[in-house]
C-alpha cells in the first residue's frame, strides 16, 4: 500500500504574505490536494501551475492582482505544498502528475481557462490543453518547455538532476534561492522549506528531475512530441514570457514562438529574471497576463 503523509498545518502558521483561504480535493482514492481559489466565482478563471521544487506560495505576489479580474486557482502540485505526499519516489510519475490535474480540472468543472505555467507546470500543463483544448482559452508559457529528449541537455539540467539525487540536504529555500536573481529574505526561505520538514517529504521533490525524458525512447518523450503536433495547430493565444537569466530554460521561447499559430502578434516578454520569475516579477507578470487577457478576449474575438 502506497503510504501518503500530510506536513503539519503549524509548519504554514504565520508565512509572510500568505494570507489565503486553504481548499482541498480529492483527486484520487483519498488522495487529498491543496489548493488556493481567490477572486469571484464569476469571473475569467486564470490556473496558475508551479513547478519544481516550490508551491503555491510563490504566486502570492500575483494573486491579489489578478483575482480583481480573474478567480484565481493555484494548486499545490501532490508532493508539493499542503497537498498530500508518498514517501516513496516510485510512487510519483510524469503521467501520473498529469492524472492529477486532469482530475482537479475536472472535478472542478473548470472551462475557459486562462493558463499560466512555469517550469514543471509546463511539462504538465502543455501536455493537459492538448488532451483538454476544449477547456482552455489563453496559455501563457514561462521558463517552461515541452521535452522530446531530441536536442541536447544542458550541463546545468545534468548537474541539477545529480543534485537533486545525492544531495544530503536537498534544501528546498536553497535551490529556490539559486533560482533567482535577488536573493531571498529569510522568511521567504523559511516559508518554502516549511513543506518539508524533513526528508521523507521530500520524494516528490527529490525525483521530479528525474521523470524530466532526456532520450528520445523515453515513453514521455513520445508522448511530449504528439504533444508538439498538436500545439502546431493550436491557434487560441499563446504567449511567452521568459527570465534573461534562467540558464537551464533560456532560449526555450523560441521553440514556441516559431511553431505555436497562437504566438503570432503577441507581446512576448524577456525580463530580468531567474529561473523562478513569479518570485521576482509576480507583480509585472499579473499585470501582463491581464493585459494579455485583454488584448485577445474582444466581444469579437471568437477561437477556432
Known sequence: MKKVIRT????????????FQSNYLDVEDGLRLHYLDEGNKNNPIVLLLHGEPSWSYLYRKMIPILSKNFRVIAPDLIGFGKSDKFINQQDYSYQKHIDWISSFIEKLHLKNITLFCQDWGGLIGLRIITQMNNRFDLVVA??????????????????????????ASFNIGKVIDMGTVQPLSE????????????????????IFPTLVPIDEDDPESIKNIKAWEKLKSWNKPFLTIFGDEDNIMIGAEKAFQKLVPGSKEQNHNILNAGHFIQEEKGEELAELIIEFYNKNTTANNVYS
Not at 187 to 195: C, G, L, R, S
Open 8 to 19: 503539519p498545518e503549524s509548519r504554514f502558521e504565520n508565512l509572510e504574505d500568505y494570507n
Open 187 to 206: 522568511k521567504v526561505y523559511e516559508a518554502y522549506n516549511a513543506p518539508f520538514p524533513s526528508e521523507e517529504y521530500k520524494a516528490g521533490a527529490r
Open 142 to 167: 514561462s521558463n517552461t518547455t515541452l521535452p522530446t529528449g531530441n536536442v541536447p541537455i544542458p550541463e546545468s539540467f545534468l548537474q541539477w538532476r545529480e543534485y537533486s539525487q545525492h544531495s
